[in-house]
Nanobody
Framework: QVQLVESGGGLVQAGGSLRLSCAAS????????MGWFRQAPGKEREFVAA???????YYADSVKGRFTISRDNAKNTVYLQMNSLKPEDTAVYYC???????????WGQGTQVTVSS
């Protein structure tokens, strides 16, 4: 059972930046695809970004050019650097782990990101 713990959320003004972190409990992290998802109030959860074991990345169109996903296998941690934040980025952000870009087996509890206008 992989445990994922997110941190780094908070309140920021539009145009600002935040960096989210997700620490994994297992060494198998280094071979997992890691993803970030988000869910805004009243909306379905949506994909944000993902990175596989060889650091290939994939982004939702809505965050391309503003968000950057990265990983540090030595620390079992994945990051989401969020720049030029917009009010519509407000959501609970979840970290997930799995074998492929389109399959995730483990999820964190989420961290709140609020962007004020």
């Amino acid at each position: 059972q992989v445990q994922l713990v997110e941190s780094g959320g908070g309140l920021v003004q539009a145009g600002g930046s935040l960096r989210l972190s997700c620490a994994a409990s297992e060494r198998s992290f280094s071979t997992s695809t890691m993803g970030w998802f988000r869910q805004a109030p009243g909306k379905e959860r949506e994909f944000v970004a993902a990175i596989n074991w060889s650091s290939n990345t994939y982004y939702a169109d809505s965050v391309k050019g503003r968000f950057t996903i990265s990983r540090d296998n030595a620390k079992n941690t994945v990051y989401l650097q969020m720049n030029s934040l917009k009010p519509e980025d407000t959501a609970v952000y979840y970290c997930a782990a799995g074998p492929h870009f389109d399959e995730y087996n483990f999820w964190g509890q989420g961290t709140q990101v609020t962007v004020s206008s």
